[in-house]
């Protein structure tokens, strides 16, 4: 094989991959548990990232910075949403902090690591931009989700705001500090192991990999922190 090749993936391959989450599925549905919720779940990954590998085909050879820019809001519009999943009730209250706290600190570290660290040329390269858009805005959506959930728990048990919002800081920052203390010694992490896997040398690839772990870590911490402060008042209202 090529070193620079990577191996195609058939659709026969592709459903044998599915087998291993025949067994989860069935504990969930022994157990009682949300198996539609994990079905659906998958299904909809299964189309969701079909789809997107012929959308991004598509992009990548267009090279239009309207059509760049517009993906790039659809991730953020979608990831603010998403995030505010755990909280239901409050979600349309804070859906304004929510979107805020995830494109500032999401654009300033697209930004900072693309024109200058990278320094693309154009800047709208959309093979760069695109996948690390999706790294910094999908780690942020998780941060704040996990923020959100902590910080309505902690509420209900007492009215204490900072000592919420600094429980609820440290839960939602948890996963990215743990994928900085295991990558390299328990995980290669999908960004590095793709550039191998496509004939990159390990070195530069885990210099890529350290400059992607610095963007997840800065915004997923900055957005986490930014919604705490924004939402306080909807979270106080909503638990008074």
């Not at 090529?2 to 599915?18: D, R, V």
């Not at 609820?168 to 920052?173: E, L, N």
Request: glycine share 8%.
């Amino acid at each position: 094989m090529n070193q620079t090749s990577i191996l195609t993936i058939s659709l026969p391959q592709l459903l044998l991959a599915f087998t291993l989450v025949i067994p989860v599925l069935i504990v969930l549905y022994r157990w009682k548990l949300q198996s539609g919720r994990a079905v659906y779940a998958l299904g909809r990954m299964l189309m969701q990232l079909l789809l997107v590998g012929y959308l991004l085909a598509f992009i990548f050879e267009q090279y239009n910075l309207l059509i760049i820019c517009s993906v790039i809001a659809v991730m953020i519009v979608s990831a603010s949403w998403i995030a505010l999943g755990p909280v239901e009730q409050n979600r349309y209250s804070l859906y304004g902090p929510a979107f805020i706290a995830i494109v500032i600190p999401g654009l300033f570290s697209l930004v900072l690591i693309t024109q200058g660290v990278l320094a693309l040329e154009p800047w709208y390269e959309p093979r760069y931009v695109i996948p690390l858009a999706g790294m910094v805005f999908a780690n942020a959506m998780n941060s704040v989700s996990l923020a959100a959930e902590r910080m309505q728990a902690e509420l209900t048990r007492t009215t204490d705001y900072l000592q919420s919002r600094t429980i609820a800081f440290q839960a939602s920052i948890i996963p990215t500090v743990n994928s900085l203390f295991a990558v390299g010694l328990v995980s290669l992490p999908g960004m590095m192991t793709g550039q191998i896997l496509s004939g990159v040398s390990p070195l530069i690839a885990a210099r890529y990999q350290i400059v992607v772990m610095c963007m997840i870590f800065g915004s997923a911490g900055l957005a986490s922190a930014l919604f705490l402060i924004l939402g306080k008042k909807h979270f106080q209202s909503g638990n008074g």
